[in-house]
């Protein structure tokens, strides 16, 4: 399993293991899926904590070698079960925090800012939108999800500019919550995720939902024609 399951009392951590950079496959996006499938079956957990397994990545992205050996007309499904799970985690009915243990690129960042809170180690890794510079084009899931967390001003310069954020820059406009010492990154992780859990699990679910709702509604309205043209196919 490339998603890793453990318990700390009502809390689930999913540790993503995908070899050093936790990047993004077919496979990495079943698992994370069979993850999320358990811990919204299981009535004993009341939230989960993403985090990476590899000690200086989170995830950094879709694995584009993978992709470019796997046949076109894969594609198309491929992109859009990842767009499934960034509306999964963003409108999960439990609550979700991030720890972001490292280096946290494109569909990675994507991934935690899906998350209700994210907490970074303070002294290594970056945060970037790295799209422009790979000549990926943006669909308009992405940019609303990132829109929604950063305002659409500062959303607009990080994919515009494809600039690399340290943890202290991250902060600073909204990338991330908080930041902790790398061996305090999990149980601060923890401690977030036990006090969104005491919340009343019914009411949680339906804020997060009303709250959320158009952002989850243009991820999940994604159009397979942009994905194509991104793929530099003609209509």
Request: some cysteine; proline content about 6%.
């Amino acid at each position: 399993m490339l998603i890793q399951i453990e318990q700390d009392g009502e809390i689930r951590v999913l540790k993503m293991n995908n070899g050093a950079e936790n990047k993004i496959t077919r496979e990495f996006l079943a698992d994370f899926n069979t993850g999320l499938d358990q811990v919204q079956a299981d009535a004993a957990a009341k939230a989960a904590v993403i985090t990476g397994a590899p000690e200086k990545f989170f995830c950094t992205g879709l694995d584009l070698p993978w992709l470019m050996t796997r046949p076109k007309e894969e594609w198309i499904p491929f992109f859009l079960e990842m767009d499934n799970l960034m509306r999964r985690i963003l409108i999960f009915p439990k609550p979700v925090v991030s720890a972001i243990n490292g280096h946290c690129f494109a569909g990675g960042l994507f991934i935690a800012l899906c998350s209700d809170w994210r907490v970074m180690r303070e002294d290594k890794g970056w945060i970037c939108m790295p799209e422009i510079d790979l000549g990926i084009d943006l669909p308009p899931g992405t940019v609303a999800l990132v829109s929604y967390v950063l305002g659409a001003r500062r959303a607009d310069w990080m994919a515009i500019s494809g600039k690399r954020f340290s943890g202290k820059e991250a902060l600073a406009i909204g990338m991330v919550d908080e930041l902790a010492a790398p061996e305090a990154l999990l149980g601060k992780a923890l401690e977030v995720a036990k006090f969104l859990a005491a919340k009343k699990p019914d009411i949680f679910a339906k804020h997060k939902l009303r709250l959320r709702g158009e952002v989850a509604r243009i991820i999940a309205e994604a159009d397979p024609a942009f994905i194509r043209a991104t793929m530099g196919e003609k209509p």
